[in-house]
């Protein structure tokens, strides 16, 4: 079966299937895509979250008062691997204190805080000489020490990724262009302004990996995209790269559904697209990696897209990591009168901001301000009517009622039964039930209190374990005391029998001797 | 200078629905079948609809207040008029109005509230009331008029409400007088009798199809219907497994033993099958909520609906087949969960 799947995946992009549900949401996109990407103004101060990627903060390994250069390390972060964390400009670092750091949380958390010299001064860099030889360890060593994260938004560090998908083996390199979330721009306007690096970061990928090709997936309504990949194609010569588009219906860019969109396949419940032969990046992570292998630059900046209706002049800005929110938001022609909410990420599954001096972090795709008649009003929930709905636009087939159900009354195995891993939050089903119940935030509650539940039992589990190896040490001394004790006994047995054949031998010779004189 | 926002969960678009538009869209769409009813059999069914509203606002307003739950949300979500509409387009138009109070007091205060209310009843609160009415006070809820067309008498409006408020034909005529058979019961009481269906339908109460004037309230019913299908408030399971399942046994039936089976368009186009199919089967809280499961709950009804017609004590079954299907909504749920994305089989 795993065979055939395999066999059926590497034809990716052959021919485009459908998923389940989906929802046909307006576009929202043109309005930033008219000015060229930018870089960001300079800001007075850089606020640099140590924590930036798959919840775990990175340690600091910079103090207050130092000179960093841009791009020097100034955390490193020991989970899933390790990663590291740069500095976004040359400078002093005035503090490493606690500062908003646009988590979905809401909290405070640590950042280094870097004042620029101006100068923004780049630290010695180290590129990987001629990388179509190099041995594809050391890309993926490059890709490492770079800090690069998934840019799509996950960011889930890529040389997890990438070392995983070379230890397992795969065919083929899926690189994601398909943006589906309204609204967001980065990646279409980074495909139509440089197209030849993220085929040339494609190229790097499939060789760090092993891929024999690629499949580069926008959407449909990207017009210009496809002319600007398929002539940096042409010009770069590489034979084993397709362009794919696919329709636009949310969540088509979802990594589970856009394998399914290429492949047919289902990426198995808790499972990796590995399992399938397949690697899925973001095309903003392969320009980031291109530029780490081939020029030696970690990943300091990013292209932010920042639209809605709360701004005046959308567009995209190349960022440095750390700018404050506001400093965007003014080059991108101030807030409209009626900005009402700061969203980061799109307005299906970013986030609200409670303000514009959280900075821009490695995650964020985009700054959506929106304006007070496109948020949703504080509305009461009205019951469940078992519509449906939520069912008919769920791209996981899950079952949003019932779920939602066992999560707020506390059924915890039926939960799990019921699929919540298997939720990828998209926000279609709480987008159509009439009901106006907040189901997805319901789906983000039943996660963390299963997480909660799941570190209590190992915390239980390992106390018990803990008994468990007392009871059974003393047991084992008890054991061993009943054992000597009974050898004791046994050898003092032993002994007597000794003594009575000694007494008998005696007693029979006696005895023999007493009948022959 | 920083600037600071509210926040609140994603998604951050407001809704596409609610409550109150999907029910309003499904009562839109009963209103050209409204006026093709009061075309035909007169003016009675608009004081049957306003009374059965009245009644179901006055209950629903007295459970929430009961059950302290906000009335304006609650009242305003348009869930306790459709369920009055639904049953007055059940009742005969000159139903004296404790007909009305009765139903709907089952509707709203049994089958609704004392069930948890909105989204929380097991059986549909239209049947449940038009059965206890049905079965209690059976004299009037067989008192159909003909249509005006055959009608020796046609009341005015003033006749109309002095019958449902006094419970007894003006100028002291007899029920028997002014009311007639229904297609159905024609059929019934002639295949009873031993006579052919076909004879049975040579009476002036039939249509080409249908009853006469029935077969056109159906249609626009249907047509409404199909507008729901369109705006995706009712999903097409139900619809097409409920009156396909009745047209296929009905016509295997029909093909089987013509003379005592009607043909199967007959059996559409009369009683409240085509309302059924689209109105009252398709009601979310009481049916099924997987596609497959709405597939079976709409055979189930229109195979439940066909068996009453032909053998049961009642001449139509579609509400005591919703109920019956109503029971079976949970189990058939339970066992008809689509598989989980990445799942196995
Ligand atoms: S969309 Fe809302 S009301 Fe409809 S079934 Fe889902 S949760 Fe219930
Ligand atoms: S948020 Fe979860 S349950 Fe809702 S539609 Fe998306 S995957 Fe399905």
Redesign the pocket.
């Given at each position: 079966m795993l065979r055939d799947a395999m066999d059926q995946a590497k034809l990716a992009g052959a021919t485009l299937h459908n998923f389940h549900?989906g929802l046909q949401l307006r576009h929202n996109k043109r309005i930033s895509c008219e000015l060229p990407i930018e870089r960001a103004a300079p800001a007075e101060r850089f606020y640099v979250p140590l924590l930036q990627q798959s919840g775990q903060e990175a340690q600091p390994i910079v103090a207050a008062g130092q000179h960093v250069l841009k791009g020097e390390a100034i955390g490193c972060v020991e989970h899933l691997g390790s990663g590291y964390l740069h500095a976004p400009t040359s400078g002093t670092v005035s503090a490493i204190g606690t500062h908003p750091i646009s988590h979905p949380s809401g909290f405070d958390g640590r950042c280094v805080v870097i004042e620029p010299d101006g100068l923004n001064q780049w630290t010695e860099l180290h590129p990987v000489d001629n990388w179509q030889q190099a041995d594809p360890d050391v890309l993926r060593q490059a890709i490492r020490s770079a800090g690069i994260v998934g840019l799509g938004g996950a960011v889930f560090p890529t040389a997890h990724k990438v070392d995983e998908a070379s230890r397992r083996g795969i065919h083929t390199l899926i690189l994601n262009g398909a943006e589906c979330e309204p609204y967001i721009s980065c990646d279409e306007m980074l495909m139509r302004e440089q197209p030849a690096s993220i085929i040339l970061g494609a190229r790097i990928l499939q060789r760090a990996v092993g891929a024999r090709r690629t499949v580069i997936a926008i959407e449909d309504q990207m017009g210009a995209v496809h002319q600007a990949l398929q002539h940096a194609l042409r010009e770069s010569a590489a034979a084993e790269i397709d362009i794919v588009k696919v329709t636009t219906i949310y969540?088509e860019g979802g990594e589970k559904q856009l394998i399914q969109v290429l492949t047919g396949l289902e990426v198995p419940s808790g499972g990796r697209p590995t399992d399938l032969g397949l690697l899925c990046q973001n095309v903003a992570t392969a320009t980031a990696v291109a530029r780490a292998v081939t020029e030696g630059k970690p990943l300091v900046e990013r292209i932010v897209t920042v639209t809605g209706s709360g701004v005046r002049r959308p567009r995209n800005l190349l960022t440095p990591i750390g700018t404050p929110i506001s400093v965007l938001v003014e080059q991108s022609g101030g807030y409209a009168d009626d900005a009402a909410r700061l969203v980061l990420g799109g307005p299906m599954m970013g986030y609200a901001l409670a303000s514009d001096d959280n900075p821009v972090i490695k995650a964020a795709n985009c700054i959506l301000v929106l304006s007070s008649d496109e948020i949703r009003p504080p509305q009461p929930e009205m019951p469940c009517i078992r519509c449906g709905e939520?069912a008919r636009?769920?791209?996981?087939v899950?079952q949003?009622q019932q779920?939602q159900w066992t999560v707020r009354h506390g059924l915890w195995d039926e939960t799990v039964s019921a699929g919540l891993a298997?939720?990828?939050?998209?926000?279609?089903?709480?987008f159509v039930c009439p009901s106006h119940i907040p189901?997805?935030e319901w789906?983000r509650h039943g996660k963390s209190e299963l997480r909660r539940l799941e570190a209590e039992r190992l915390a239980a589990d390992s106390a018990r374990q803990r008994f468990e190896a007392r009871e059974a040490r003393l047991d084992r001394l008890k054991q061993d005391r009943r054992r000597r004790m009974e050898e004791k006994k046994r050898a003092l047995g032993d002994g007597q029998e000794k003594q009575k054949r000694i007494a008998d031998a005696i007693e029979r010779a006696r005895s023999r001797r007493q009948e022959n004189p | 200078m920083i600037r600071h926002f509210d926040t609140g969960g994603a998604p951050h678009f407001p809704p596409q629905t609610t409550v109150r538009s999907v029910m309003l869209q499904v009562i839109y769409a009963l209103l050209p079948g409204v006026i093709a009813h009061a075309w035909f059999f007169g003016p009675g069914i608009v004081v049957q609809i306003l009374l059965a509203c009245g009644f179901a606002l006055l209950f629903e307003a007295s459970c929430l207040a009961i059950r302290r739950k906000p009335l304006k949300l609650f009242l305003g979500d348009f869930s306790a008029p459709l369920t009055a509409l639904l049953f007055a387009l059940c009742l005969p138009p000159l139903a004296p109005w404790w007909i009305a109070l009765v139903g709907m007091f089952f509707a709203i205060v049994i089958a609704k509230h004392l069930f948890g209310g909105l989204g929380h009843n097991l059986f549909n609160p239209a049947m449940v009331g038009y059965v206890v009415v049905l079965i209690s006070f059976p004299q009037f809820m067989t008192a159909w008029l003909p249509p005006l067309e055959l009608a020796s008498w046609a009341p005015t409006l003033g006749q109309v409400l002095s019958t449902i408020a006094t419970g007894h034909p003006p100028g002291g005529l007899a029920w028997d007088a002014i009311t007639g058979a229904t297609p159905l019961d024609t059929i019934r009481s002639s295949v009873a009798t031993g006579k052919m269906v076909s004879e049975a339908r040579q009476a002036p109460i039939f249509g080409d199809f249908g009853g006469l004037g029935w077969e056109w309230i159906a249609n626009w019913y249907a047509l409404g219907g199909l507008w729901l299908l369109w705006r995706r408030i009712i999903s097409w399971q139900i619809p097409v497994t409920m009156i396909g399942s009745v047209v296929l046994l009905g016509l295997a039936a029909y093909l089987a033993d013509p003379g005592s089976n009607p043909a199967p368009l007959q059996h559409v186009f009369s009683g409240a099958l085509v309302l059924g199919a689209f109105y009252i089967a398709t009601d979310p809280v009481s049916g099924c909520a997987s596609p497959r499961g709405r597939l079976i709950f709409g055979a189930g009804v229109g195979i439940i609906t066909l068996a009453i017609r032909r053998w049961g004590a009642y001449p139509d079954g579609v509400a005591f087949a919703v109920l019956l299907m109503n029971m079976m909504a949970p189990l058939i749920d339970r066992y008809t969960r689509p598989r989980i994305f990445g799942q196995p089989a």
């Amino acid at each position: 079966m795993l065979r055939d799947a395999m066999d059926q995946a590497k034809l990716a992009g052959a021919t485009l299937h459908n998923f389940h549900g989906g929802l046909q949401l307006r576009h929202n996109k043109r309005i930033s895509c008219e000015l060229p990407i930018e870089r960001a103004a300079p800001a007075e101060r850089f606020y640099v979250p140590l924590l930036q990627q798959s919840g775990q903060e990175a340690q600091p390994i910079v103090a207050a008062g130092q000179h960093v250069l841009k791009g020097e390390a100034i955390g490193c972060v020991e989970h899933l691997g390790s990663g590291y964390l740069h500095a976004p400009t040359s400078g002093t670092v005035s503090a490493i204190g606690t500062h908003p750091i646009s988590h979905p949380s809401g909290f405070d958390g640590r950042c280094v805080v870097i004042e620029p010299d101006g100068l923004n001064q780049w630290t010695e860099l180290h590129p990987v000489d001629n990388w179509q030889q190099a041995d594809p360890d050391v890309l993926r060593q490059a890709i490492r020490s770079a800090g690069i994260v998934g840019l799509g938004g996950a960011v889930f560090p890529t040389a997890h990724k990438v070392d995983e998908a070379s230890r397992r083996g795969i065919h083929t390199l899926i690189l994601n262009g398909a943006e589906c979330e309204p609204y967001i721009s980065c990646d279409e306007m980074l495909m139509r302004e440089q197209p030849a690096s993220i085929i040339l970061g494609a190229r790097i990928l499939q060789r760090a990996v092993g891929a024999r090709r690629t499949v580069i997936a926008i959407e449909d309504q990207m017009g210009a995209v496809h002319q600007a990949l398929q002539h940096a194609l042409r010009e770069s010569a590489a034979a084993e790269i397709d362009i794919v588009k696919v329709t636009t219906i949310y969540p088509e860019g979802g990594e589970k559904q856009l394998i399914q969109v290429l492949t047919g396949l289902e990426v198995p419940s808790g499972g990796r697209p590995t399992d399938l032969g397949l690697l899925c990046q973001n095309v903003a992570t392969a320009t980031a990696v291109a530029r780490a292998v081939t020029e030696g630059k970690p990943l300091v900046e990013r292209i932010v897209t920042v639209t809605g209706s709360g701004v005046r002049r959308p567009r995209n800005l190349l960022t440095p990591i750390g700018t404050p929110i506001s400093v965007l938001v003014e080059q991108s022609g101030g807030y409209a009168d009626d900005a009402a909410r700061l969203v980061l990420g799109g307005p299906m599954m970013g986030y609200a901001l409670a303000s514009d001096d959280n900075p821009v972090i490695k995650a964020a795709n985009c700054i959506l301000v929106l304006s007070s008649d496109e948020i949703r009003p504080p509305q009461p929930e009205m019951p469940c009517i078992r519509c449906g709905e939520c069912a008919r636009v769920c791209p996981a087939v899950l079952q949003p009622q019932q779920l939602q159900w066992t999560v707020r009354h506390g059924l915890w195995d039926e939960t799990v039964s019921a699929g919540l891993a298997d939720c990828i939050e998209c926000g279609c089903c709480d987008f159509v039930c009439p009901s106006h119940i907040p189901l997805v935030e319901w789906f983000r509650h039943g996660k963390s209190e299963l997480r909660r539940l799941e570190a209590e039992r190992l915390a239980a589990d390992s106390a018990r374990q803990r008994f468990e190896a007392r009871e059974a040490r003393l047991d084992r001394l008890k054991q061993d005391r009943r054992r000597r004790m009974e050898e004791k006994k046994r050898a003092l047995g032993d002994g007597q029998e000794k003594q009575k054949r000694i007494a008998d031998a005696i007693e029979r010779a006696r005895s023999r001797r007493q009948e022959n004189p | 200078m920083i600037r600071h926002f509210d926040t609140g969960g994603a998604p951050h678009f407001p809704p596409q629905t609610t409550v109150r538009s999907v029910m309003l869209q499904v009562i839109y769409a009963l209103l050209p079948g409204v006026i093709a009813h009061a075309w035909f059999f007169g003016p009675g069914i608009v004081v049957q609809i306003l009374l059965a509203c009245g009644f179901a606002l006055l209950f629903e307003a007295s459970c929430l207040a009961i059950r302290r739950k906000p009335l304006k949300l609650f009242l305003g979500d348009f869930s306790a008029p459709l369920t009055a509409l639904l049953f007055a387009l059940c009742l005969p138009p000159l139903a004296p109005w404790w007909i009305a109070l009765v139903g709907m007091f089952f509707a709203i205060v049994i089958a609704k509230h004392l069930f948890g209310g909105l989204g929380h009843n097991l059986f549909n609160p239209a049947m449940v009331g038009y059965v206890v009415v049905l079965i209690s006070f059976p004299q009037f809820m067989t008192a159909w008029l003909p249509p005006l067309e055959l009608a020796s008498w046609a009341p005015t409006l003033g006749q109309v409400l002095s019958t449902i408020a006094t419970g007894h034909p003006p100028g002291g005529l007899a029920w028997d007088a002014i009311t007639g058979a229904t297609p159905l019961d024609t059929i019934r009481s002639s295949v009873a009798t031993g006579k052919m269906v076909s004879e049975a339908r040579q009476a002036p109460i039939f249509g080409d199809f249908g009853g006469l004037g029935w077969e056109w309230i159906a249609n626009w019913y249907a047509l409404g219907g199909l507008w729901l299908l369109w705006r995706r408030i009712i999903s097409w399971q139900i619809p097409v497994t409920m009156i396909g399942s009745v047209v296929l046994l009905g016509l295997a039936a029909y093909l089987a033993d013509p003379g005592s089976n009607p043909a199967p368009l007959q059996h559409v186009f009369s009683g409240a099958l085509v309302l059924g199919a689209f109105y009252i089967a398709t009601d979310p809280v009481s049916g099924c909520a997987s596609p497959r499961g709405r597939l079976i709950f709409g055979a189930g009804v229109g195979i439940i609906t066909l068996a009453i017609r032909r053998w049961g004590a009642y001449p139509d079954g579609v509400a005591f087949a919703v109920l019956l299907m109503n029971m079976m909504a949970p189990l058939i749920d339970r066992y008809t969960r689509p598989r989980i994305f990445g799942q196995p089989a």
